[in-house]
């Protein structure tokens, strides 16, 4: 494996490059906020959950900061202030109250029997807050006498290692290479009725015996299916629209990628890249399985190692430009606002971010009865899908700013029933 050595001044810490986006981005409809959960089996008692917090931050320093905007650059400095633990409230992944929060990045979440942890963006991915919450929950249960692990790559049994806040994008970059294309314009639902800021669920779950039959139908592994129908139904609402529209536009589904385990590197920031992939609606109407051919060769496509330096390249080069390292903060935003919409929301018609299965030892799977995962949606994109597996159940989330339209996440479901999948819906919406 790649070693992997960070050395940065103290006191201060470099966002990482998948990182510098958020700040200069983050608004009201534009939180670049996640959260994930764990439901034990056992009531929560909130002292105890606030000191294991507190360890956790001891023994992982990195997330023991806050924000700063320098002249040149946001960044991160170590937080002397005291952490907070919250009750959990009705909305998830809304825009991060810093001030509330103690200027930490992370917020400790809890209900009766849940534990969550909502991080804003610029700390770190899914992944790598999936692998906090985890030695989270393991110090609040040692706490009250039960010795488990979930085997995760972190361990309170040694301090943190040089890779946890490494920047893998940094070892990875090399000025050689060519750049890499953007997208044209994509379609964007634009639903009917208001919206507002805060984050409306609907929340499907699902036997993944039963999601694996349905992919395996269409030769498609569970998270190539669950883009397909979301292609799919994306497709529907154009169609739908489509007297009022001249020209159909691409539809394109960004899918975060995990890149540990593509490059082999570790991390407890942000290192993840998004796989485009889509059709053409003006060239004619796709049935499911072309759909799902498409989705089939772009998501291998995508995973090219070649394809993905070439990207990192185009990330990168930006942040070694002299002429934007010494352009002033307050310059950089407006530019970084549009860099956000003609690199990201602009180019594709929706998220779906898949952590995948959870597997945990046997004595935790006694104690933990769920887990959950849950992301911000965007101006341009109100609705995105965010998924999660542990033991023989899927629950999809779908996040959204409308206030009454769930016609997407209708569609949605109607093509899992169609595939024989069932689906239980839960939703924080009145009336469903």
């Known amino acids: 494996m790649l070693k992997i050595e960070t050395r940065v001044p103290e006191g201060f810490i470099a966002l990482d490059n998948s990182a510098l986006i958020y700040p200069p981005t983050e608004a009201a409809f534009n939180a670049n906020t996640f959260r994930i959960s764990i439901d034990l089996k056992e009531a929560i008692e909130p002292e105890r959950l606030k000191r294991a917090f507190k360890d956790l931050l001891k023994r992982c320093p990195y997330v023991n900061v806050t924000m700063k905007k320098g002249f040149f650059w946001y960044y991160l400095t170590p937080n002397p202030k005291d952490p907070i633990i919250h009750p959990e409230g009705s909305y998830p992944a809304g825009r991060f109250l810093f001030r509330e929060n103690n200027g930490y990045l992370i917020r400790v979440l809890h209900a009766s029997h849940r534990i969550a942890l909502e991080c804003f963006h610029a700390l770190s991915d899914g992944i790598g807050v999936l692998e906090l919450l985890k030695l989270l929950v393991e110090r609040y249960l040692a706490s009250g006498g039960r010795e488990v692990s979930f085997q995760g790559d972190l361990s309170f049994d040694e301090p943190a290692q040089a890779w946890e806040s490494s920047d893998p994008f940094q070892t990875l970059y090399d000025p050689r290479l060519s750049g890499y294309p953007s997208y044209p314009r994509a379609y964007h639902y634009k639903g009917s009725g208001s919206y507002d800021e805060r984050v409306k669920v609907i929340s499907a779950r699902m036997k993944s015996s039963d999601l694996k039959g349905a992919a395996k139908l269409h030769d498609l592994t569970i998270g190539q299916y669950l883009g ?9 609402l154009q169609l739908k629209e489509g007297r009022k529209m001249r020209r159909r536009k691409p539809i394109r589904i ?8 593509l490059f082999d590197l570790k991390t407890m920031r942000n290192f993840t890249l998004f796989a485009v ?4 609606p003006n060239r004619g109407y796709y049935s499911f399985e072309e759909i ?8 291998a496509l995508a995973q090219d190692k070649k394809a ?13 430009a002299l002429a934007l390292r010494f352009v002033p903060t307050m310059l950089k935003n407006p530019f970084f606002k549009l860099l956000s919409d003609h690199l990201g929301d602009q180019q594709y018609s929706g998220v779906i971010s898949n952590l995948g299965h959870v597997a945990l030892p046997g004595l935790l799977e006694e104690l933990v009865e769920r887990m959950d995962f849950h992301l911000s949606p965007g101006l341009l994109n109100k609705v995105v899908l965010s998924v999660i597996g542990y033991k023989d159940e899927v629950v999809l989330n ?3 700013f409308f206030t009454t339209d769930t016609e997407l996440e209708r569609i949605y479901c109607e093509r899992l ?3 024989h999948v069932p689906v239980h819906i ?7």
């Open 254 to 261: 960004s899918v975060p990628m995990n890149l540990r385990r």
């Open 398 to 400: 779908f996040s959204s």
């Open 417 to 419: 029933i169609h595939d």
């Open 426 to 432: 839960a939703s924080n919406r009145g009336g469903l």
């Open 308 to 320: 993905l330096l070439s990207q990192i390249r185009r990330n990168v080069a930006g942040e070694h």
């Open 292 to 299: 799902a051919r498409h989705v089939r060769l772009q998501t």
């Open 228 to 236: 397909a129908v979301f292609i799919h139904s994306l497709q529907e």
């Open 277 to 280: 992939v889509g059709i053409e």
